[in-house]
């Protein structure tokens, strides 16, 4: 998925998919096959390593990061909880995604 510039960001994966990724500035998420920017409310890097809300006119996407389950170089990975609302619609996954971060 494209479409943040580069640094530092972090993203959205449950196993070999990648769900949405996220910068400071803006967020990107795969919504049907089509790409939707979001907008973080982190309002600093601390923020975004513990997830936090993503959204815009059509779609919110809230993410709660757990502990700390994986290190690998620069990268941490945590284990999250997200809820995804669509109008009155919403839907929440607790177990599977993990919310990696790093530059």
């Known amino acids: 998925?494209?479409?943040?510039?580069?640094?530092?960001?972090?993203?959205?994966?449950?196993?070999?998919?990648?769900?949405?990724?996220?910068?400071?500035?803006?967020?990107?998420?795969?919504?049907?096959?089509?790409?939707?920017?979001?907008?973080?409310?982190?309002?600093?890097?601390?923020?975004?390593s513990r997830g936090g809300r993503f959204s815009s006119e059509r779609l919110i996407v809230e993410v709660q990061a757990g502990l700390e389950s994986a290190r690998e170089d620069e990268v941490i990975q945590r284990d999250v909880s997200m809820k995804v609302t669509r109008g009155r619609m919403s839907f929440a996954i607790s177990h599977g995604p993990t919310w990696a971060c790093g530059s």
């Open 1 to 48: 998925m494209s479409g943040l510039g580069s640094g530092a960001s972090c993203s959205l994966v449950e196993g070999s998919d990648v769900l949405m990724v996220s910068n400071l500035d803006d967020a990107v998420v795969n919504d049907g096959g089509a790409v939707l920017h979001l907008q973080p409310e982190a309002k600093d890097w601390r923020d975004l």
